[in-house]
């Protein structure tokens, strides 16, 4: 159940720290580091909504334990106006629930340390927040914006997570199946038969047939004519 403004104060109260408490089940808060110094104190009850001065003097003048004691009303504590260990506690934990919705709403970078202290870092985030509903930008997180900013981390929450879970189930796992495996089949395996085998046919075998055989034909033998010897005559 989350917070309605109609009820009394005190059970507005004390529905919101449980109702702020179920929205960031799911984190784990660090203890109260140490004890509040009165500045510390002041800063967180101011940034809480409630009138004090941030000064570092003692926690004892009127106005800040009417502050002390309206924060103790609110959330079933015994309203002594002394900021003891139980109302440090109860200080720190809203503190931490504060910043764990602002991280999960406002989602301010660095995220917000969830530690006991309303400082700087978380007074912006809480500015940012009332940016994003076009609230006046006081950096003070009251009883009002904590209720809203609860429903808005509930919603935040049970939101179904859209996380990347990697099951991209891929339609073709890739098995490294080739289609056709090569098995080095050559399609014509090369035996080496050439086109013709040369056989040295040659084309005409040279026979050395002489054309003629010369026959050493004499043209004609010379006779030897003896031109007429010329006879003296007396």
Same mark, same amino acid.
């Given at each position: 159940?989350?917070?309605?403004?109609?009820?009394?104060?005190? #059970?507005?109260?004390?529905?919101?720290?449980?109702?702020?408490?179920?929205?960031?089940?799911d984190? !784990? *808060?660090?203890?109260?580091q140490?004890? @509040?110094?009165?500045?510390? *104190?002041?800063? !967180?009850?101011?940034?809480?909504? @409630?009138? !004090?001065?941030?000064?570092?003097?003692?926690? &004892?003048?009127?106005?800040?334990k009417? $502050?002390?004691?309206? *924060? %103790?009303?609110?959330?079933?504590?015994?309203?002594?106006?002394?900021?003891?260990? =139980?109302?440090?506690?109860?200080?720190?934990?809203?503190?931490?629930?504060?910043?764990?919705?602002?991280?999960a709403?406002?989602?301010? @970078?660095?995220?917000?340390?969830?530690?006991? *202290? @309303?400082?700087? %870092?978380?007074?912006?985030?809480?500015?940012?927040?009332?940016?994003?509903?076009?609230?006046?930008?006081?950096?003070? $997180?009251d009883?009002?914006?904590?209720?809203?900013?609860?429903?808005? $981390? =509930?919603? !935040?929450?049970?939101?179904?997570?859209?996380?990347?879970?990697p #099951?991209a189930?891929?339609?073709?796992?890739?098995?490294?199946?080739?289609?056709?495996?090569?098995?080095?089949?050559?399609?014509?395996?090369?035996?080496?038969?050439?086109?013709?085998?040369?056989? +040295?046919?040659? #084309?005409?075998?040279?026979?050395?047939?002489?054309?003629?055989?010369?026959?050493?034909?004499?043209?004609?033998?010379?006779? $030897? #004519?003896? &031109? +007429?010897?010329p006879?003296?005559?007396?």
């Amino acid at each position: 159940m989350w917070c309605g403004l109609e009820k009394s104060s005190v #059970t507005i109260a004390a529905i919101c720290l449980i109702s702020s408490s179920i929205a960031v089940s799911d984190t !784990v *808060f660090a203890a109260r580091q140490r004890e @509040y110094t009165p500045q510390q *104190f002041r800063a !967180v009850l101011n940034g809480l909504g @409630y009138k !004090v001065k941030l000064t570092n003097t003692p926690l &004892t003048d009127e106005e800040t334990k009417k $502050a002390i004691r309206e *924060f %103790q009303k609110g959330y079933k504590l015994s309203a002594d106006g002394i900021v003891g260990p =139980k109302t440090q506690d109860l200080a720190a934990s809203i503190i931490q629930i504060l910043q764990s919705n602002l991280n999960a709403v406002v989602k301010p @970078y660095p995220p917000l340390p969830r530690d006991q *202290f @309303y400082g700087p %870092q978380t007074q912006a985030a809480v500015k940012e927040f009332q940016k994003k509903l076009q609230l006046q930008e006081t950096g003070i $997180a009251d009883l009002a914006l904590r209720q809203k900013l609860n429903e808005e $981390a =509930k919603k !935040v929450i049970e939101q179904p997570t859209t996380k990347p879970t990697p #099951t991209a189930t891929p339609t073709a796992k890739p098995t490294a199946t080739p289609t056709a495996k090569p098995t080095a089949t050559p399609t014509a395996k090369p035996t080496a038969t050439p086109t013709a085998k040369p056989t +040295a046919t040659p #084309t005409a075998k040279p026979t050395a047939t002489p054309t003629a055989k010369p026959t050493a034909t004499p043209t004609a033998k010379p006779t $030897a #004519t003896p &031109t +007429a010897t010329p006879t003296s005559t007396p």
